[in-house]
């Protein structure tokens, strides 16, 4: 996942989660109350202020190491921190409704979770992509009548 800050001077932090070590997952897992790493991306996808601010101290602490998470505060919070998936994220999610959806030859699941999916992708095209690299480009919202 991907976290974005919008610093005091307008300026954008983007940090993945893909680059945190494994002492640094655990010490998250650690900080959030021995949350197995499953329910901090949980968490990240529904915008956790706490899971936000807890990847954002992770990486913080690499320039300093004594940063103390209970004081380490983001104002604003709100308007500063959001969390968004990234395409190999999206074809996770999707090869995994895709073998549910096969299973029962419809289109139903994945209908309903391609809008959610737009919603947190960090690149909303990226959705469609996956549709179509998983053969279900009809399901593909921004088709223009160029492209059909």
Request: charged share 35%; proline share 3%.
């Amino acid at each position: 996942m991907i976290i974005t800050y919008v610093q005091d001077d307008g300026a954008e932090l983007r940090v993945s989660t893909d680059d945190l070590s494994a002492i640094e997952a655990a010490a998250i897992e650690e900080t959030m109350g021995d949350v197995p790493w499953r329910g901090i991306e949980a968490q990240l996808q529904a915008q956790d202020p706490t899971a936000m601010r807890a990847i954002l101290w992770a990486f913080r602490r690499r320039d300093e190491p004594d940063l103390d998470f209970k004081t380490f505060d983001i104002p604003g919070w709100r308007r500063r921190l959001r969390a968004r998936i990234t395409r190999d994220e999206i074809d996770e999610a999707l090869t995994n409704v895709m073998r549910e959806a096969l299973a029962k030859s419809e289109d139903s699941t994945i209908t309903v979770l391609a809008p959610h999916l737009r919603k947190l992708a960090e690149n909303v095209d990226d959705v469609d992509a996956a549709l179509d690299s998983l053969g279900k480009g009809h399901l593909v919202r921004r088709r223009t009548a160029s492209e059909d």
